[in-house]
């Protein structure tokens, strides 16, 4: 097999079905159903359990944005996840912030802990770079894990959800559950702009053939920069409203392992893909609070799912769906 036919079948579904009016007009219909969803689910399903699934969607969005459209692989998105996460409950627990300055609180400090690491990180390649990541996370680890104001291993708990603006209060989980809903589409729409933009189609050249790309002048260091740092930002909004919504930020939230679920949503979902990672989310949620029952056999079965999901349909299951239809999704 040649060079150049070994790298289109590794390629991820999005750069084989090719996009133009038909597909806007398809993706537009897609977001009015998601829209329609965010409406009707509440009614329907347990509003923490859907802002837990909203939560992880943007998460897996944002490191999407990373691997499927920046040929990234990061092994430490936990650690700008679970930072933002610890940021915004400290701002709104000590410091008395409105729920929306905590939230961008943590955003920030997200964004500003990626573009250090990403300028760290991107100076290799390949394996070396999601080890230069993972390692780095390592460390924001055992920061949390030492310093004071992240609780060590209680955590910050019992942090205030507050009044939105100082004007309205998200005690009612119905209310929070709009709040954390327009976040999620607000970051779905931005992450969709962002891969449509001529930005997004220089990511996709320096994914696909990085000297190429070169070659034609671009500065692919400068784009993986910010790519990077747009990625952190994200994850650390959604972990930032993640602090808010359970009142805790944890351990768990800069943990290794969170790192690796965001890798399986996203594979599970389909990489690549712009919609792909929000199902791979609530696949995994669903299973991890409804197969709670089978205590850490959830794990296990988790990576059965993985397994299969990777030899039957390696694009992920909306993959698998857009290569059937063949629109892009």
């Not at 802990?113 to 760290?120: D, E, Q």
């Not at 924001?140 to 507050?162: C, H, W, Y």
């Not at 399986?264 to 696949?283: A, C, H, K, N, Q």
Request: hydrophobic share 60%; aromatic share 12%; glycine share 10%.
């Amino acid at each position: 097999m040649s060079s150049a036919a070994a790298s289109t079948d590794a390629s991820p579904i999005a750069t084989a079905l090719p996009e133009g009016k038909d597909a806007k007009a398809f993706h537009r219909l897609v977001f009015v159903i998601i829209a329609a969803l965010l409406v009707v689910l509440p009614f329907i399903l347990y509003p923490v359990f859907l802002m837990k699934v909203l939560c992880f969607a943007l998460f897996a969005l944002a490191f999407n944005l990373l691997l499927g459209y920046g040929g990234l692989l990061s092994f430490g998105h936990a650690a700008y996840f679970g930072m933002a996460s610890y940021v915004s409950a400290y701002a709104a627990k000590v410091w008395g912030l409105t729920p929306e300055l905590a939230i961008i609180a943590g955003t920030l400090v997200a964004a500003l802990l990626g573009l250090v690491f990403g300028a760290l990180a991107i100076r290799r390649q390949g394996i070396y770079f999601s080890m230069i990541t993972l390692a780095l996370a390592q460390m924001v680890f055992f920061f949390s894990l030492q310093a004071k104001f992240t609780g060590g291993e209680d955590g910050i708990q019992a942090v205030p959800r507050g009044h939105l603006f100082g004007v309205i209060s998200l005690a009612d989980d119905r209310v929070l559950y709009a709040l954390v809903a327009l976040i999620f589409f607000a970051g779905l729409l931005l992450i969709y702009r962002i891969i449509h933009s001529p930005f997004g189609q220089v990511l996709k050249a320096i994914r696909d053939n990085e000297p190429r790309a070169i070659s034609l002048g671009y500065r692919a260091n400068q784009y993986k920069l910010a790519v990077f740092v747009l990625s952190t930002t994200l994850a650390g909004l959604a972990g930032a409203t993640k602090a808010i919504v359970f009142q805790l930020a944890s351990l768990t939230d800069v943990h290794w392992s969170m790192s690796g679920e965001v890798v399986l949503m996203t594979l599970v979902g389909g990489m690549g893909t712009v919609f792909g990672p929000i199902l791979g989310s609530f696949v995994i949620i669903a299973m991890e609070n409804y197969l709670a029952q089978f205590g850490a056999w959830v794990t296990i079965i988790q990576g059965v799912v993985f397994v299969v999901c990777v030899l039957l349909f390696r694009e992920g299951i909306l993959g698998l769906v857009a290569r059937t239809l063949k629109r892009p999704l």
